[in-house]
């Protein structure tokens, strides 16, 4: 059996992870090998010293995650670190710091195929900054759009590289849990065309009944997630909506707590946040982000969620 179990990178979801970890030969966590893992595992190397040689964004989920790790290779358990993409990309910027060229690349190579995935991601990004303080409402929505796009190819490739190694490790497990981030939603698609016929495979959202009974649905999507996961399954669509979910990302983004919420027994402070948003989003048309980027853009994230509820019930009132 092959277990993807989709997720963020947050406190919250450590707890149910854990347990479905636990039913699971092989777990294939979402990031690039490092040499200090195995030690780590071990206890060779502190956790501490071993994150501070890696590059985790989120450091309190990063130190919870490791001592999971560590519980869970005590109970015997196999742990591979899968992320050839990242791999890749951690090895281009150290080639680039060692005063490499992009000619120096082999052109054919996977290697070359991140660099320029990057590339293209990285100028989208850069100039919807610029756009972002220099540009009109409607410069910066066609900016999110073409970032969307660009974020969205180097997705797709990610998962398709990390499906053709979970694959040759799926022959090997007999129960193997894959770890995935909640946006790539094409990793199962791309693995199942590597695997035999018969062998299962399910698919799991690990907040699926906590987020069904605040929105029924079985994740939060922001309409920034919407967007860029429209252009990995079509990468050509182009209809009205695409500026819509523009916009709303515009907003949705300005309403979310950018700090690690610590979670306290059965709570889910992260879950609870980004339900906020969707809810306070999922209506707003164009011209309602066009009025209300102008006036979130600049606030916090709580200065800014007053500004939409109040702009919402005014709109309610009329």
Not at 54 to 74: D, G, I, M, V
Not at 76 to 99: C, N, R, S, T
Not at 260 to 279: G, I, K, M, N
Request: aromatic share 10%; proline share 5%.
């Amino acid at each position: 059996m092959i277990t993807i179990a989709f997720s963020t990178h947050r406190l919250e979801v450590l707890g149910k992870a854990e347990k479905l970890m636990a039913e699971h030969d092989t777990i294939a966590l979402e990031e690039p090998p490092h040499p200090l893992f195995e030690s780590m595992l071990r206890g060779e190397v502190a956790v501490e010293d071993y994150i501070n040689e890696t590059e985790y964004e989120f450091p309190r989920f990063a130190k919870a995650s490791c001592e999971l790790y560590r519980r869970l290779y005590s109970q015997g358990k196999l742990l591979v670190q899968v992320d050839p993409y990242m791999e890749y990309l951690a090895w281009i910027h150290d080639f680039f710091a060692g005063g490499g060229a992009s000619d120096d690349i082999d052109p054919l190579s996977p290697i070359y195929r991140v660099y320029q995935l990057e590339k293209k991601a990285t100028a989208a990004l850069l100039r919807f900054y610029q756009m972002s303080l220099l540009g009109s409402f409607e410069d910066v929505v066609q900016a999110v759009k073409v970032f969307a796009k660009a974020d969205a190819e180097r997705i797709n490739f990610r998962d398709e590289m990390r499906a053709r190694i979970l694959a040759a490790e799926a022959n090997n497990a007999e129960k193997l849990y894959v770890e995935a981030g909640y946006i790539h939603l094409a990793l199962p698609r791309h693995l199942r065309k590597l695997i035999r016929p018969t062998r299962r495979m399910r698919i799991i959202f690990l907040l699926r009944q906590e987020t069904e009974r605040r929105i029924k649905l079985k994740q939060v999507l922001g309409p920034g997630d919407l967007l860029t996961l429209l252009f990995m399954f079509h990468p050509n669509w182009n209809e009205p909506l695409a500026d819509l979910l523009a916009a709303r990302s515009l907003i949705f983004v300005k309403l979310l707590n950018k700090d690690e919420l610590e979670p306290q027994e059965e709570s889910y402070p992260h879950l609870e946040d980004e339900v906020t948003a969707y809810l306070l989003t999922k209506h707003l048309t164009l011209d309602d982000c066009q009025q209300l980027w102008h006036a979130v853009k600049s606030r916090s994230p709580e200065e800014a969620k007053d500004v939409v509820k109040t702009y919402c019930e005014k709109k309610s009132r009329l």
